[in-house]
């Protein structure tokens, strides 16, 4: 089945502690990207990746990193989370970055940051 | 600078009353142009898309889409609710002729009584 997949799905953690959530998918995608959901704010792109070793900020990439090693994963890394990160998390991918093709979405991580 | 309005953060309609969701966008060149829908603890999952032809544009689950030029708009539609179609829609502009960037609207939830 193709898909995006994401872990964790749900992760409390505490200010400082760094942490990786996976995203992989199956459909030899090659862009790839992450958003942050917030209530009234829609879906926020904070990294982009357009292939294998190329990698973008989105809109809002202050605190996050990323790295696209292999076609297939794409992890989003918070080397120290704080609080203003609590969020919905969602990583797509799509054949490619342009036109009209349309973005498959993971089932999403919910982030909370003590 | 592109944008993507959902001027309604909520609507609700009638089992078997026909639903509108409204989207209007803000591009500098020609526009593609997405529906999504979420689910209650799911990711998002695509609905519709215009690329170009004609202006009404059908998709999954009975939904479509009229694509207005003149009024920059792209509103989804469906002529008989279900309660089943209550979620979270989101609206998505790519501009074909600035930076090919997706830009979401901030989302409407729609909700169908019975």
């Known amino acids: 089945e193709a898909q995006v997949t994401q872990n964790p799905r749900y992760l409390i953690t505490v200010t400082g502690k760094k942490l990786t959530v996976t995203c992989s998918q199956n459909?030899?995608?090659?862009?790839m990207s992450w958003y942050r959901q917030d209530p009234g704010l829609g879906l926020r792109q904070i990294y982009y990746?357009?292939?294998?070793?190329?990698?973008d900020k989105g809109d809002v990439p202050e605190g996050y990193k990323v790295s696209r090693k292999e076609k297939r994963n794409f992890p989003l890394i918070l080397e120290s989370p704080s609080p203003n990160q609590t969020s919905l998390y969602f990583c797509?991918?799509?054949?490619?970055?342009?036109?009209?093709?349309?973005?498959?979405f993971g089932p999403g991580t919910r982030l909370t940051v003590l | 600078a592109q944008s993507v309005a959902q001027p309604e953060d909520q609507v609700n309609v009638a089992e078997g009353n026909p639903l509108t969701v409204k989207c209007t966008y803000s591009?500098?060149?020609?526009?593609?142009l997405f529906w999504y829908v979420q689910y209650p603890n799911r990711g998002l999952q695509f609905l519709l898309k215009y690329i170009t032809g004609d202006n009404l544009v059908k998709g999954s689950y009975g939904f479509e889409a009229e694509f207005n030029k003149s009024q920059t708009s792209f509103h989804l539609k469906k002529p008989s609710a279900l309660v089943s179609d209550s979620a979270l829609y989101f609206c998505a502009v790519r501009d074909r002729g600035n930076t090919d960037k997706l830009i979401f609207g901030t989302g409407t939830r729609l909700q169908v009584f019975p």
């Open positions: 591009v500098s060149g020609n526009p593609y």
């Open positions: 797509a991918s799509s054949p490619a970055w342009f036109g009209n093709n349309e973005q498959f």
């Open positions: 459909m030899n995608h090659e862009y």
């Open positions: 990746s357009m292939n294998v070793e190329v990698t």
